[in-house]
């Protein structure tokens, strides 16, 4: 099968992308990635935008890259200008990327309201800008914008502008579905028809307004179209773009066809993380292919099924995209839930043990309370631990107690926690102040088991979240405290459920540094 080459414009479309902004450095580093997963254009920005675009060019031609070429990003000359006086395009030559790519205008009102020229005059700029850029860049690329809506208002002046591009010899054609409202079967009729007028290579660069960005960038590929532009993450203007993590891995495992090796295609996921961190953005945890949950089964019957043969409920091996089957816990488990977590933590447990189905009534009968393992599964493991008997118990808290103190409306609080707790014979009282009660708390209870456990010294809370349950008593509801902690290889989850938020912080706080304790003997 022939090579569907990709196009990534995660630097250029996906910074229009709301809350989405790259340093000049972080572009660079994303290139470098990019590079390594084998996209072969990256589009690096619009230089005739910003000095940070222009000093990605810069910068970029220092960079040693394995195989991708750098695509700049621009549009038609201004409508009174030859392309050669014309800013945009001169930045656009003097940046001197390895492809140019610019966009023009095909829809006929956007002709006459987005440019306020006459359709004839849009043809010029469009066939003069391609020709003047192709004698000044060794590859370049013409984006059809608003194609598809262009083509069904006036579908004779579409293929007009195409034929434009065509006779001033772009190397490929982009069909742009720019609104990104277009439905994958309009798709597929409309490339069929381009195709019976336009011999040069044909391109798709889908938005998601829809919801079928990616879907259209797939039955486009079917239809014969040789480059699919799209965007890690799919991050891009409005909803987005075609998300190149999602098209990878459908192109390969799905449609056969060849566009990066299995050994890149097996890093798609760290490419996925790594751009979120320099986005500064949450992963989609429900992301398909590479999300934490896109191969996470919940439901007893699914995960029962998995065990004897993973693709009763997985549609591909995640192993191929470099993520992992997650089995969870939560009152919607079975037995095969069980079983499926104790070997993960290498917990001897037969299935027949009745020892199972109490941890999976206590768990039910505890998420019935609040309780909710899916984001703690450190405390189920101590639950499980305990259940089975093989739980060591390392300290004792005997008791403790917190105060928050405000002396005047325009004081600030102050909140101070004592703890006793027994280590072996060894009764410790520690007090400690801290910025609010659960930070005392957590501070008092450290300090008393530091002096026996040092490497308690390595945790670090991560995160802290309350939930208010829905029992509708308004402060004095029960809530759910989920606390994230992590040392320097691991992170873990830990829950607590009370009426009292000093007490469910504190359930967490404690099956955190037990989890820590049983784990450094590990
Ligand atoms: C579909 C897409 O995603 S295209 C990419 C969109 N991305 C961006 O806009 C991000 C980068 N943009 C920018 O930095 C700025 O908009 C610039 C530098 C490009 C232009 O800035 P300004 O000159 O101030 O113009 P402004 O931002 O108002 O843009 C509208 C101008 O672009 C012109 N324009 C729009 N499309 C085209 C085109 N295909 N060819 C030529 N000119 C065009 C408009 O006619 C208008 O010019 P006019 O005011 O002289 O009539
Ligand atoms: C070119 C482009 O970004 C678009 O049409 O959406």
């Known amino acids: 099968m022939s090579l569907v080459k990709l196009y990534d414009t995660t630097l250029r479309d996906g910074t229009q992308a709301e809350d989405v902004s790259f340093l000049l450095e972080d572009k660079i580093r994303i290139a470098h990635r990019l590079d390594e997963l084998g996209i072969h254009y990256i589009e690096g920005g619009w230089p005739g935008s910003n000095p940070k675009d222009v000093a990605f060019f810069k910068d970029i031609k220092k960079e040693k890259l394995s195989q991708a070429k750098i695509a700049a990003f621009g549009s038609t000359r201004r409508a009174k200008v030859t392309p050669d006086k014309d800013n945009n395009i001169k930045t656009l030559v003097a940046a001197e990327p390895d492809a140019i790519t610019i966009f023009g205008k095909t829809w006929d009102f956007h002709v006459h309201e987005a440019l306020r020229i006459s359709l004839e005059e849009n043809l010029e700029l469009i066939f003069d800008s391609l020709e003047y850029l192709k004698k000044n860049a060794p590859e370049v690329f013409y984006d059809a914008e608003h194609f598809f809506d262009g083509y069904k208002a006036n579908p004779e002046y579409a293929l007009k502008t195409l034929k434009a591009a065509e006779q001033a010899q772009a190397d490929c054609i982009i069909l742009c579905d720019t609104n990104g409202g277009t439905m994958p ?56 773009n075609a998300n190149l993590c999602s098209i990878v891995p459908a192109l390969k495992a799905k449609m056969k066809r060849d566009c990066i090796s299995d050994e890149q295609m097996r890093h798609l996921r760290d490419v996925s993380r790594f751009v979120y961190e320099l986005a500064n953005i949450s992963p989609n945890k429900h992301q398909a292919y590479v999300g934490n949950s896109a191969f996470a089964h919940k439901g007893g019957v699914h995960v029962s099924a998995i065990q004897r043969h993973p693709e009763t409920y997985e549609h591909m091996r995640p192993e191929l995209v470099g993520n992992c089957t997650r089995v969870l816990i939560s009152d919607l488990s079975g037995r095969s839930n069980i079983l499926a977590k104790a070997e993960e933590f290498n917990i001897n447990l037969d299935s027949k043990d009745p020892v199972t189905l109490e941890i999976l009534d206590n768990i039910k009968e ?10 703690a599964e450190a405390s189920f493991e101590l639950l499980m631990k305990k259940a089975l008997g093989s739980h060591r118990k390392h300290f004792q808290v005997l008791g403790f107690r917190v105060i928050d103190e405000k002396r005047g409306e325009d004081k600030r609080p102050s909140a101070e926690a004592t703890i006793m707790v027994k280590v072996g014979g060894k009764v410790e009282h520690t007090a400690a102040e801290g910025s609010g ?47 994230e902690s992590g040392d320097k290889h691991n992170r873990w989850g830990t829950v607590g459920v009370s009426d009292n938020i000093i007490d469910a912080s504190y359930q967490a706080l404690i099956d955190s540094i037990d989890y820590k304790l049983h784990k450094s003997e590990e």
């Open 366 to 375: 505890m998420e019935n309370r609040g309780y909710q393992f899916e984001g």
């Open 185 to 240: 079967f309009e798709v597929a009729e409309i490339i069929k028809t381009v195709k019976k007028h336009i011999k040069t290579p044909l391109g798709i660069h889908t938005h998601n307004d829809g919801d079928c960005a990616v879907a259209n960038s797939l039955i486009a590929v079917e239809q014969g179209i040789v480059q699919v532009q799209g965007t890690i993450n799919g991050f891009g203007e409005r909803c987005g």
């Open 437 to 483: 009660p659960v930070n005392a708390l957590d501070n008092a209870i450290r300090k008393a088991l530091e002096k026996f456990y040092p490497k308690l010294k390595e945790v670090k809370l991560l995160d802290y979240k309350v939930r208010v349950l829905p029992a509708g008593q308004g402060t004095a509801s029960s809530i759910r405290v989920l606390i």
